[in-house]
């Protein structure tokens, strides 16, 4: 089943007189439950491809379609509620709430969109994420791999139709990274979650299904990892 769709996607930024395309007419689409990981160099599109995935920034022209919605043809307001609901998105920063707890951080998305998610779900992320016996600390009492694992379960906590992981090992030591990165594959094999990270780090994208290689806007590789 077909969970996201990119037809002729294009971005187009003004750069004094001329035109930069960083997604330059990307067509491609992901099965629900693959995880896929974007690879490219720095200043690639694969950042900007992410965003325009994930409803973060509206495409120049073409179309995305998650689980056979056109999401750039809602409004403003409606996209918003789209994103809630259907994309998970993990940042290399954590982006956390300061003043909200480990618990209130991962059911923020829930109580935005005031959905009880109920109290199985909640401590079966917890257990996944082993953050049981963290549940109740600040994001300032948290190691910055634990405040990932946070992020990871604010992006999964309502099962949506696909989870995006912009370089979340970036801000990370290699044993922290290396924890991340089997919480992702975990979350894909346990849940059937689709995810799609974005990742300069050819070993972290090896755990992946399939790699699509970016550079200069442009797909010049899709291939399926064996």
Do not use: W
Not at 18 to 27: G, H, M, P, R, T
Not at 95 to 120: A, F, R
Not at 137 to 159: F, K, M, T, W, Y
């Amino acid at each position: 089943m077909e969970i996201l769709k990119v037809e002729n996607l294009t971005k187009t930024y003004k750069s004094g007189e001329a035109e930069v395309n960083a997604v330059d007419n990307i067509s491609f689409s992901i099965e629900k439950g693959e995880f896929v990981a974007i690879v490219g160099a720095s200043g690639s599109g694969k950042s900007t491809l992410l965003h325009l995935l994930g409803g973060v920034d509206r495409p120049t022209s073409g179309k995305v379609y998650i689980d056979g919605k056109d999401i750039y043809s809602l409004d403003d307001d409606a996209l918003a509620i789209f994103r809630r609901r259907q994309i998970g998105i993990i940042y290399q920063f954590y982006n956390l709430i300061p003043i909200l707890n480990v618990t209130e951080n991962i059911l923020l998305p829930c109580d935005l969109d005031n959905t009880n998610i109920g109290k199985e779900r909640l401590k079966e992320v917890l257990e996944t994420l082993n953050l049981n016996n963290r549940k109740n600390h600040l994001p300032n009492e948290l190691s910055g791999g634990q405040q990932q694992r946070v992020s990871i379960g604010r992006a999964i906590i309502n099962n949506p139709a696909i989870v995006l992981a912009d370089e979340p090992t970036g801000n990370l030591d290699s044993k922290a990274s290396d924890e991340i990165v089997s919480l992702l594959k975990m979350s894909n094999k346990k849940y059937n979650q689709t995810i799609v990270i974005i990742t300069h780090d050819l070993e972290i994208a090896s755990v992946a299904d399939r790699i699509i290689t970016i550079d200069d806007g442009k797909i010049i590789k899709d291939e399926k990892i064996a």
